[in-house]
Structures are given as structure tokens and as C-alpha cells.
């Protein structure tokens, strides 16, 4: 279920249908990270910022992917809550505003930051309110309870609006299965 969700949101973003996220939930070494990176990389493909779908942007894609060029150009990012958190420790606040009007945002980890401040859950919320109705996709180790207890509601209840995914992966590790 969890792949045939990521295969209709890629093909979802080729037909230019509305956006919506997709989160996938489960247990460590379920398949999640692995189909979050598959959708990432078909993500960077049909994004419009892409020379190859828009060639009056600069031909430069890796760097154009790093935001270099001024007013940026809709890019795909890919990250772990740790990165995510230890930008905004290290005070690089704006980051969360930067990723506002971008493609694609694959977001693994969440939840997994260890965060007595409710710092890093903060920054995820804004994070959330900023990408509403953009592509976006998220994996977590956490039920939508659970993030609601030890992050933020507001985060959980965003998962399911509108039209946002949430599939629970129900297989195990599969590295443990030997």
C-alpha cells in the first residue's frame, strides 16, 4: 500500500494535479526512508525547476538545487529532522521560511530529534504551516498520537488535511529477518 501511495503521488506531480503530502509510518527498517528516496529522486525529475522540464533557468542543477541564484527557483530538498534541527540550533532560523515555495520537500525522521524545549517541534509546525498545499512527504517511527504528545497536535492534524496521506506500514524490519 505504502508503494502504490508513493507511485500515485509521483504520478500525481506529472499530471500537475493539486498538491498534497504523503507520510508514511512505521517501524525502523520498514521500507520507509527507501521509498521516500524514490520519490525524492522522480521529484527532482519532473520538477519545474529543472533545466530539462524549464530551460530558461540557468543549466547549472546542482547548484540551482542549492538556491544560489537570486528569488531561487522551485528546487527539491531532502533532509532528516536532525539536519533540520541543527540548522535552527545553530541559528539559521530562516531556513524554515526558505523552503516555503519549493517543489518537493522530503522530510525523514520525524520526531526522532531529541527536543526537551519543544524547539525543534516548533520549527517543525512552521515548517508545516509553510508547505500547505505543496508536494511534501514525511516518515516517521511515531503514530499520529504520539507526535500530537510529544511534538504538537497541530503537526498530526496537518498530516491528514485536506487531501495529505498518512499510510501505516505494518511490516517489519526487514534487516531482522535474516
Not at 92 to 110: H, I, P, Q, S, T
Request: charged share 25%; aromatic share 10%.
Amino acid at each position: 500500500m505504502a508503494a502504490l501511495a508513493c507511485e500515485c503521488m509521483v504520478a500525481d506531480m506529472e499530471a500537475g494535479n493539486e498538491p498534497y503530502w504523503l507520510t508514511l509510518q512505521g517501524v525502523n527498517g520498514c521500507g520507509k526512508t527507501y521509498l521516500l528516496g524514490q520519490v525524492y529522486e522522480q521529484a527532482k525529475r519532473i520538477n519545474p525547476g529543472n533545466p530539462l522540464n524549464n530551460p530558461i533557468w540557468p543549466p547549472d542543477w546542482e547548484t540551482s538545487q542549492r538556491k544560489v541564484y537570486e528569488g531561487g527557483r522551485p528546487a527539491t530538498h531532502r533532509m532528516e529532522e536532525q539536519v533540520f534541527s541543527s540548522y535552527l540550533r545553530t541559528g539559521r532560523y530562516n531556513f524554515v521560511n526558505e523552503l516555503r515555495d519549493d517543489f518537493f520537500l522530503a522530510f525523514d525522521e520525524v520526531g526522532a530529534t531529541r527536543d526537551p524545549t519543544n524547539f525543534i517541534a516548533e520549527g517543525v509546525g512552521t515548517l508545516c504551516d509553510n508547505r500547505l498545499g505543496k508536494w511534501t512527504m514525511f516518515c516517521t517511527n511515531l503514530t499520529l498520537g504520539e507526535i500530537a504528545e510529544r511534538m504538537d497536535a497541530r503537526i498530526s492534524s496537518r498530516m491528514l488535511r485536506n487531501e495529505n496521506k498518512f499510510i501505516a506500514i505494518t511490516a517489519g524490519d526487514y534487516a531482522l529477518k535474516g
